[in-house]
């Protein structure tokens, strides 16, 4: 508030002082006030300074009083050079100092451009995965709604009828059906699956564009096969079923041409004589399959063995069979009495030893050995002849394999 005394009809008003006067004016004022304050103060120091200068000046002049040119001249080119070098220093700490500004400025802008391509680039990446995942979800969302619109179950528009024909003639059943997705349609007689495969050339079945059909050949020509093989020469012909099973039965025709005519010879495999052919064949694969799994021996034991008394005698041999045979050792066609003197060894039910320790003249003989199971077995024997130390060797027939005769099965397996 300012202290001027005004009069007293203006000392009730709001702005009998400066404070009325609003910001930008009293800032205005403020910052002109400051210049002047800092105006007058510069020119009071360069004052002082020409003060000095020439006090410093009278001084020289009056304890020098005879300075010649020569030093004048010299102090005036020094305080030159000095002034030249000082400010040579500053031009060159401001040509740094751009040249530092610039550098940095140079890397700040190809850092802002990095960045700029590196946001770029990424939101190109985002905008294609972005527009691919619209895609995928229309496309998805299509199908779905297109199924649910056009799926439907199936419907049969022309049906089955049914047929008369004369024996031994062709006959073909179709029918069509329509449906959402494509229904699969499967044939059966008398609630058995049609197989093509199983009766090759009787059936024929196909599949057309909604139209199913079924052809049935009385007389099917019977291509060669696992289940069927077809052969011959110039005197005989021959059919061979594998595996014969009840739809194997019916009547079978040869025909053969000659160049001119053709030839027929019939078979009739029903009834009683198929009955019979299939209890033959089933007679042969019960035989083949006990043939098979029999317990025998693969090999490793001689029909003759020599050695000397007190040596260990080993015999080894490999045995096989299904189910595991049951292995049993004979001297003489007696059962041995294992003890220290005769051990027996059966390992993984295949590899059986026996083993005589300190043999003699006892221990000679005939050895056999039984391998059996359900199925049957063999029996192989073994001539063991010990002599005595000294001796001569005895002169027999080189060793060979021994042959083994065959045990028949069990009552029971024969059964099964």
Same mark, same amino acid.
């Given at each position: ?22 910001? @930008? ?28 200068? %020439? ?23 020094? #305080? ?25 400025? %140079? #890397? ?22 972005? $527009? ?9 969302? #299509? ?52 197989? @093509? ?24 020509? $019977? ?33 053969? !041409? ?13 009834? @009683?004589? !198929?009955?019979?052919?299939?209890? #033959? ?11 098979? /799994? ?19 005698? /080993? ?20 059962? $041995? ?5 005769? %051990? ?23 050895? %056999?050995? /039984? ?8 029996? $192989? ?36």
């Amino acid at each position: 508030m300012s202290l001027v005394t005004v009069p007293f009809y203006q000392k009730r008003h709001r702005h009998f002082d400066q404070s009325y006067r609003n910001i @930008q004016t009293r800032y205005l004022l403020d910052e002109y006030a400051s210049k002047k304050r800092a105006s007058t103060q510069a020119s009071s120091q360069k004052s002082l300074s020409q003060r000095s200068s %020439s006090q410093r000046a009278s001084s020289q002049t009056s304890l020098g009083g005879t300075i010649c040119r020569v030093c004048a001249k010299r102090v005036s080119t020094q #305080e030159d050079e000095e002034q030249e070098n000082r400010s040579r220093y500053q031009s060159l700490v401001a040509a740094y100092g751009e040249a530092k500004r610039q550098r940095f400025l %140079s #890397e700040l802008a190809h850092l802002e451009e990095d960045v700029h391509l590196a946001r770029s680039q990424a939101r190109d990446k985002l905008d294609k995965y972005a $527009i691919q995942q619209m895609m995928e979800d229309k496309l998805a969302w #299509e199908r779905h709604t297109f199924e649910e619109r056009i799926s439907r179950a199936p419907e049969i528009l022309v049906r089955l009828r049914s047929h008369t024909v004369w024996e031994r003639m062709s006959v073909k059943l179709c029918f069509t059906v329509q449906g959402f997705p494509t229904p699969v349609v499967q044939w059966y007689k008398d609630g058995s699956l049609i197989c @093509q495969a199983a009766e090759p050339g009787k059936y024929r079945i196909e599949s057309n564009y909604g139209v199913h059909t079924l052809e049935i050949n009385r007389d099917a020509k $019977i291509s060669s096969s696992e289940h069927m093989r077809i052969g011959g020469s110039e005197e005989m012909a021959w059919l061979q079923i594998c595996e014969p099973t009840e739809k194997d039965k019916g009547k079978y025709t040869f025909e053969i !041409f000659d160049g001119k005519d053709n030839h027929q010879r019939s078979l009739d495999l029903s009834g @009683q004589a !198929f009955d019979e052919a299939f209890a #033959e064949f089933q007679q042969f694969k019960a035989a083949a399959f006990a043939e098979k /799994n029999r317990g025998r021996l693969i090999g490793g034991l001689p029909d003759v063995v020599t050695i000397m008394e007190g040596k260990t005698l /080993n015999l080894t041999c490999t045995v096989f069979g299904n189910p595991d045979p049951e292995v049993i050792w004979f001297k003489n066609d007696q059962d $041995i009495q294992l003890s220290e003197h005769f %051990s027996v060894k059966v390992e993984q039910a295949k590899y059986v030893s026996m083993t005589i320790k300190g043999v003699t003249s006892e221990d000679s003989g005939k050895y %056999s050995i /039984n391998i059996k199971n359900k199925y049957g077995g063999e029996k $192989i024997d073994v001539t063991v002849s010990v002599y005595k130390h000294g001796e001569k060797i005895p002169d027999m027939a080189p060793p060979q394999q021994a042959k083994p005769k065959l045990i028949p099965a069990s009552a029971s397996a024969a059964g099964q």
